[in-house]
C-alpha cells in the first residue's frame, strides 16, 4: 500500500477516553447477561461453546498499548508529492493526532506508539543525501510533540536515514537524550540491503548498548496480483533470517526486536530456518536458532484469524505477542473483531497480548 493510503473511520463526537478509564475498564457483558446470551445461543442451536462464549465476553480491549501505530506528518506528505506525484489516500480527512486519538477512543486503546508510515515514505530515507537526515530529524520532533501533548496516549518510534551510518547514529543520540523516544522504526530492507548486512552493524551495536526497542514494517517496491501484501509476509521473514545468519541478534541481545503482521510467513518457515541453518555459522547462533528466534515480538496487526494465530502461539511463548493495528493505514475493524472473537488465548493470555507484553518493553506505561 502506497503512503496516504490509510482509512480514517472517525467520529468528531466521540468522548475522551481518560488514562484511568483506559487501564481499569474491561469490555464484556456482566455475568447475568453472559447466561442470557449463553441460554439464547442454546435456543437457537448456536454451535459456540460456553467456553468460548466466555471468552468472547471477558476479554479485556480497553487499556490495550497498540504498537504498530502509523502518524502521517503533513511535512512528510508534501516531500513525497514533490518527489513522486499525488498519492492516492482513502481517508475522510488529512492525518493528525487528533484523528488517532478519536479511533484509540473508539477502539479501546489507551496508547499508541507512532511510527512513520509506509510505502513511498522509505525512498525519502533510503540514501545518504542531507534530505533523509533532514526528514528523519523533522519526523522525530513532531512525534516527540505529539508525545509532550499527550504523553500517556501517545510512544514515539523514532525513524532514521539509515544507510546513512554516521546520520543514523547522530539520530539515535538526539531521538533518545533528546527527544526521549521509546524506541526505533525501521524497514525491513534499504535498497538491496537487508539489516543483518555487516553496513549496519553499528548502528545495532549502539541500539544494544542503549537496549532499545526496534520495530520493524515490511516494504518492498515488489509487487504481486497488484498488492504489495503478499510480499509484505514473505519479506518479513527474510529481514530474520538475514539478523539471524549475520550474527545480529546474537551479538545484539539486548535489542527488543518486533515484527509485524504476526511475523507473515515466519510461523511457517520456522522449522526451515531452524532446520537449515548451516554449521559453519554456528558461532553465529552460539545459543541455539530456535533460543534467538523465540525472543523475537510479534504484533497482531492483521493477523487476526485462528489459523494465523493458533500457529503463532504454537510459535513463540503468549510473553512475545503484542497487540498492533497498523491504523491509519488500516482501520481496527480489520483486526480487533477476529481478535475479540478467538477462543484460544486465556484472561491471563489476553491481558498480556493487549497490554501487559508491551508494558515490559516499554516500562514508562505500566499502571
Not at 525491513?188 to 526496534?214: I, M, S, T
Request: proline share 6%; net charge neutral; charged share 20%.
Amino acid at each position: 500500500m502506497q503512503m496516504g493510503q490509510h482509512n480514517c473511520n472517525c467520529d468528531n463526537d466521540a468522548p475522551a477516553l481518560s488514562q484511568k478509564n483506559s487501564t481499569s475498564n474491561v469490555r464484556g457483558t456482566s455475568r447475568r447477561e453472559f447466561v442470557k446470551s449463553l441460554a439464547a445461543a442454546g435456543a437457537a442451536g448456536a454451535t459456540l461453546s460456553a467456553g468460548k462464549l466466555l471468552a468472547q465476553a471477558s476479554i479485556p480491549t480497553l487499556g490495550r498499548i497498540d504498537v504498530h501505530h502509523h502518524m502521517v506528518p503533513p511535512f512528510f506528505v508534501k516531500a513525497m508529492e514533490s518527489a513522486y506525484g499525488a498519492q492516492r489516500s482513502n481517508a475522510t480527512e488529512p492525518w493528525t493526532p487528533a484523528v488517532s486519538l478519536r479511533e484509540m477512543d473508539k477502539n479501546g486503546v489507551a496508547t499508541a506508539m507512532l511510527s512513520l508510515t509506509q510505502g513511498v515514505a522509505k525512498d525519502l530515507l533510503n540514501d545518504k543525501t542531507e534530505r533523509a537526515r533532514s526528514l528523519a530529524r523533522q519526523n522525530n520532533e513532531f512525534g516527540a510533540q505529539a508525545v509532550k501533548d499527550n504523553p500517556t496516549r501517545f510512544g514515539l518510534l523514532a525513524s532514521l536515514p539509515f544507510p546513512d551510518q554516521d546520520g543514523s547514529l547522530k539520530e539515535i543520540e538526539y531521538a533518545f537524550d533528546t527527544l526521549k523516544a521509546d524506541g526505533i522504526g525501521l524497514w525491513n530492507v534499504y535498497g538491496d540491503k537487508w539489516p543483518g548486512d555487516p553496513e549496519f552493524a553499528a548502528v545495532f551495536d549502539e541500539l544494544n548498548r542503549r537496549k532499545a526497542v526496534v520495530f520493524f514494517h515490511p516494504f518492498t517496491s515488489a509487487t504481486c496480483c497488484g498488492t504489495t501484501a503478499f510480499q509484505f509476509d514473505i519479506e518479513t521473514p527474510s529481514t530474520i533470517n538475514s539478523l539471524l545468519m549475520e550474527g545480529t541478534l546474537a551479538r545484539c541481545p539486548d535489542i527488543k526486536y518486533i515484527f509485524s503482521h504476526g511475523g507473515g510467513a515466519i510461523t511457517v518457515l520456522w522449522p526451515r530456518i531452524i532446520d537449515a541453518f548451516p554449521a559453519k555459522f554456528k558461532d553465529r547462533a552460539p545459543k541455539g536458532v530456535e533460543y534467538e528466534l523465540k525472543k523475537l515480538y510479534f504484533d497482531t496487526a492483521k493477523a487476526n484469524t485462528p489459523s494465523i494465530l493458533d500457529a503463532l502461539k504454537d510459535t513463540v511463548p503468549t510473553s512475545q505477542i503484542v497487540y498492533g493495528s497498523d491504523v491509519p493505514v488500516q482501520k481496527y475493524i480489520l483486526t480487533n473483531p477476529g481478535l475479540e472473537a478467538y477462543s484460544g488465548f486465556s484472561m491471563d493470555d489476553w491481558k498480556a497480548i493487549n497490554r501487559g507484553n508491551a508494558e515490559r518493553l516499554f516500562p514508562r506505561f505500566k499502571t
